[in-house]
């Protein structure tokens, strides 16, 4: 059964404090991607990551920095956390190829920046 | 720049009802087409589309896609209170990795 997991549910932390969402798959998943999605404005991808030690920017990533060390763990981070990054945040996970589309989502965490 | 537009935003129906979705996108070099279904929490995967004209069915909820008008449909037949959820529709961006997602369409089945 496929499975995305990550980190936390919910996390409050204060502005300028340094953030880590933490996200794994257990499904030997080329592709990793960190989405955030708020009220009227859907998903907006971050980064993504198609292979380990490699990013692509998304749409949004100003304010965010990813790593990817091992294949199965991507990590977003907020260097210096701030109100307007508080949101849902969902990772997710593909194969390579023509199932590369088909993402599966983790939980998501909901952060609150205060 | 890449645009996916759902419509209706929202829509409440009673259980029984037909209910359809819509979809339509510009994006550059486009691949295919996914309907993802949120309810509290993660989306989960519904359908991919990447042909025009074939139709992709899984119980009550089918989709279909036109490429030349640049549009999908997920219907959803003798709704269901457990069909209430946010519907997604994304298309895949030209970096051939990533889902640019709509806003989503709300749906309310009530009994």
């Known amino acids: 059964d496929v499975k995305v997991t990550q980190s936390s549910r919910y996390l409050v932390k204060r502005t300028g404090e340094k953030v880590f969402l933490e996200c794994v798959q257990d499904?030997?998943?080329?592709?990793m991607f960190w989405y955030r999605q708020d009220p009227g404005l859907g998903l907006r991808l971050i980064y993504f990551?198609?292979?380990?030690?490699?990013?692509e920017k998304g749409d949004i990533p100003e304010g965010y920095s990813v790593s990817r060390e091992k294949k199965e763990r991507f990590s977003l981070i907020l260097e210096s956390a701030s109100t307007n990054q508080t949101s849902m945040y969902l990772c997710?996970?593909?194969?390579?190829?023509?199932?590369?589309?088909?993402?599966?989502f983790g939980p998501g965490t909901r952060l609150t920046v205060t | 720049e890449d645009k996916v537009v759902q419509s209706p935003l929202s829509l409440v129906v009673h259980e029984g009802d037909t209910v359809t979705l819509n979809c339509s996108y510009e994006?550059?070099?486009?691949?295919?087409l996914l309907w993802y279904k949120q309810e509290k929490k993660a989306p989960t995967f519904l359908f991919m589309l990447?042909?025009?004209?074939i139709e992709k069915k899984s119980g009550r909820l089918s989709s279909i896609l036109d490429k030349k008008e640049l549009f999908s449909i997920l219907n959803i037949t003798a709704t269901q209170t457990g069909d209430s959820a946010v519907y997604l529709c994304?298309?895949?961006?030209?970096?051939?990795?990533?889902?640019?997602f709509g806003k989503g369409t709300s749906l309310l089945v009530t009994p």
């Open positions: 499904m030997d998943h080329e592709n």
């Open positions: 994006v550059t070099n486009f691949r295919s």
């Open positions: 997710a996970s593909s194969l390579r190829g023509v199932k590369s589309y088909e993402q599966y």
């Open positions: 990551s198609y292979d380990v030690k490699m990013k």
């Open positions: 990447t042909s025009s004209g």
């Open positions: 994304a298309v895949v961006s030209n970096s051939g990795y990533a889902l640019n």
